[in-house]
């Protein structure tokens, strides 16, 4: 699942979903062939949000987790966000040039917006079985 993913022709197929008092839309895709994704959510934080100013304390914050059977990617199209993962929950701010982020199964990990941002961030949740 590693490579680039941004948008192919992937329209939406749920959503947008507010959720958080409107400081989080996903939304669902369907996500192209290619991407052998069995999920495909295109998710955006909303920096002016008061509650997207909280940063590692967001509510809807994943807890730290890890999935058995699936790799999870991650990509930042616009903004910046953090990113906390691995068994010794290293965590590092991700941005567009980073470029697609895998989480392979076994992988502890956690995301959530950075208060310091200046636009709204948006970024790909990409799911596949192994």
């Known amino acids: 699942m590693a490579g680039n993913l941004r948008a192919l022709n992937e329209p939406v197929i749920s959503g947008p979903f507010t959720l958080n008092g409107g400081s989080l839309i996903l939304e669902f895709l369907q996500p192209h062939r290619s991407r052998n994704a069995t999920v495909l959510i295109r998710a955006t934080f909303k920096h002016e949000h008061p509650l997207c100013k909280n940063g590692a304390d967001y509510p809807q914050r994943p807890p730290l987790h890890l999935h058995f059977n699936q790799s999870e990617s991650f990509e930042v199209l616009q903004g910046k966000m953090a990113f906390v993962k691995g068994y010794s929950v290293t965590k590092k701010v991700y941005t567009p ?34």
């Open 97 to 130: 040039e980073d470029g697609p982020l895998e989480i392979k199964p076994w992988v502890p990990h956690s995301f959530y917006p950075l208060e310091e941002s200046t636009e709204d961030t948006i970024f790909f949740v990409v799911g596949a079985s192994r």
